[in-house]
T-cell receptor, first 113, second 112 residues
Framework: DAKTTQPPSMDCAEGRAANLPCNHS???????VYWYRQIHSQGPQYIIHGLKNNETNEMASLIITEDRKSSTLILPHATLRDTAVYYC??????????????FGKGTKLSVIP | GAVVSQHPSWVICKSGTSVKIECRSLDFQATTMFWYRQFPKQSLMLMATSNEGSKATYEQGVEKDKFLINHASLTLSTLTVTSAHPEDSSFYIC????????FGPGTRLLVL
């Protein structure tokens, strides 16, 4: 799987948009970009994923550059409960969905009141 | 998405004893489950892939005789830490793959 590079930490003011960057310059054509987050002492929580196009769901938006070498996760209105470690992962998807995820160090996002 | 539970949520045991951790897929039948381990202030590391009806696949450096995995049904995988030692103290997390991976809440193990 391609490796990713994320800043180790970021701060964001409550109510503002949080923009978390991720570099994945070695991504291959059929690898997806996944974002998960882990709140302290809990299991990781799926946020969003995409292949080429930008994606949006009830939690966040994912912006993938045209060359697919980087992406940005956007939390439109950060709350204190969004304080967590955010992981950007690139991975293949098998037909059965039994793909592996390799977690890096992620970005620790602190939402400040 | 899938709802995944783990039991127990935390456990303290004496060195040399064995501990069993359960991972259940509550609303989805899973032929595959993944087991991860996370040490303090570190990221998740994949330990093994649990396969229903067949042997688990272990990642390099993970002792299969120490970390016994059984996936006897489509909704239950168990991880048994045999002859636990203090260095096995960690946060153990399972996941179920669907269109994405859904993770359990984790089990915190402390070996005294």
């Amino acid at each position: 799987d391609a490796k990713t590079t994320q800043p180790p930490s970021m701060d964001c003011a409550e109510g503002r948009a949080a923009n978390l960057p991720c570099n994945h310059s070695t991504i291959s054509g059929n690898e997806y970009v996944y974002w998960y987050r882990q709140i302290h002492s809990q299991g990781p929580q799926y946020i969003i994923h995409g292949l080429k196009n930008n994606e949006t769901n009830e939690m966040a938006s994912l912006i993938i550059t045209e060359d697919r070498k980087s992406s940005t996760l956007i939390l439109p209105h950060a709350t204190l409960r969004d304080t967590a470690v955010y992981y950007c992962i690139v991975s293949f998807r098998s037909g059965a969905g039994s793909y592996q995820l390799t977690f890096g160090k992620g970005t620790k996002l602190s939402v400040i009141p | 998405g899938a709802v995944v539970s783990q039991h127990p949520s935390w456990v303290i045991c004496k060195s040399g004893t064995s501990v069993k951790i359960e991972c259940r897929s509550l609303d989805f039948q899973a032929t595959t489950m993944f087991w991860y381990r996370q040490f303090p202030k570190q990221s998740l590391m994949l330990m093994a892939t649990s396969n229903e009806g067949s042997k688990a696949t272990y990642e390099q450096g993970v002792e299969k005789d120490k970390f016994l995995i059984n996936h006897a049904s489509l909704t239950l995988s168990t991880l048994t830490v045999t002859s636990a030692h203090p260095e096995d103290s960690s946060f153990y997390i399972c996941s179920v793959p669907l269109e994405t991976q859904y993770f359990g809440p984790g089990t915190r193990l402390l070996v005294l």
